[in-house]
């Protein structure tokens, strides 16, 4: 079964360092989220992206975030000077066209110190 | 916007009894609602959803109600068993659009054995 793989699972950086998390939706999708999850709370909205540009975005999505698509396979969240209140889960999302089901992959546990 | 409240955010009951979570969203132009699991330490996995031309959908002991003129929705657990303990999200979409899930705040089900 095809499902959203998420790489790495675990990333422990640096107050102030930079994180790129990536993720590999499905391959016929065609609508690309992250979402981010702190934890014991909801799951939280943070950008979605189509036809290779910036759809939709959270007011968490400032200037510090940027997503990019590469290539034809790869979707990737970047996180320029990370802070401390950005530990959390991050999880990517994709969607085929027209339909309404998302997939979810196991997520990035991101953890700044 | 879209908003999605969820009810209990707490929620025990023994094994073999029935569980019920309800959302209530704001936004009458949702009409895709589908319905996530998480298991400790993993990615939202879609266990069931509904689409808006339909009042109830079922699946084995998982159930789902609408009602779109209260804009209200509801899973319905029955026979419950020890694996099916998890925080379960509702959420809420406008399917065709790149606009993104919201989602509700999460429900912590235990189920005792």
């Known amino acids: 079964e095809p499902e959203v793989t998420q790489t790495p699972s675990h990333q422990v950086t640096q107050m102030g360092q930079e994180v790129i998390l990536r993720c590999v939706p499905i391959?016929?999708?065609?609508?690309f989220y992250w979402y981010r999850q702190i934890l014991g709370q909801k799951v939280e909205f943070l950008v979605s992206?189509?036809?290779?540009?910036?759809?939709?975005k959270s007011e968490i999505f400032d200037d510090q975030f940027s997503v990019e698509r590469p290539d034809g396979s790869n979707f990737t969240l970047k996180i320029r000077s990370t802070k401390l209140e950005d530990s959390a889960m991050y999880f990517c999302?994709?969607?085929?066209?027209?339909?309404?089901?998302?997939?979810f992959g196991q997520g990035t546990r991101l953890t700044v110190v | 916007g879209e908003n999605v409240e969820q009810h209990p955010s707490t929620l025990s009951v023994q094994e073999g009894d029935s569980a019920v979570i309800k959302c209530t969203y704001s936004?009458?132009?949702?009409?895709?609602f589908p319905w996530y699991k998480q298991e400790l330490g993993k990615g939202p996995q879609l266990i069931i959803d509904?689409?808006?031309?339909?009042g109830e959908k079922k699946d084995q002991r998982i159930a789902v109600t609408l009602n779109k003129t209260a804009k209200h929705f509801s899973l319905h657990i029955t026979e419950t068993q020890p694996e099916d303990s998890a925080v379960y999200f509702c959420?809420?979409?406008?399917?065709?659009?790149?606009?993104?899930?919201?989602f509700g705040s999460g429900t912590q089900l235990t189920v005792l054995p």
């Open positions: 999302a994709s969607r085929a066209q027209g339909a309404g089901e998302a997939f």
């Open positions: 391959s016929n999708h065609l609508y």
């Open positions: 959420a809420a979409f406008l399917s065709g659009s790149a606009r993104q899930l919201t």
């Open positions: 992206f189509y036809n290779n540009e910036i759809s939709e």
């Open positions: 936004d009458s132009a949702s009409n895709y």
């Open positions: 509904i689409r808006s031309n339909v």
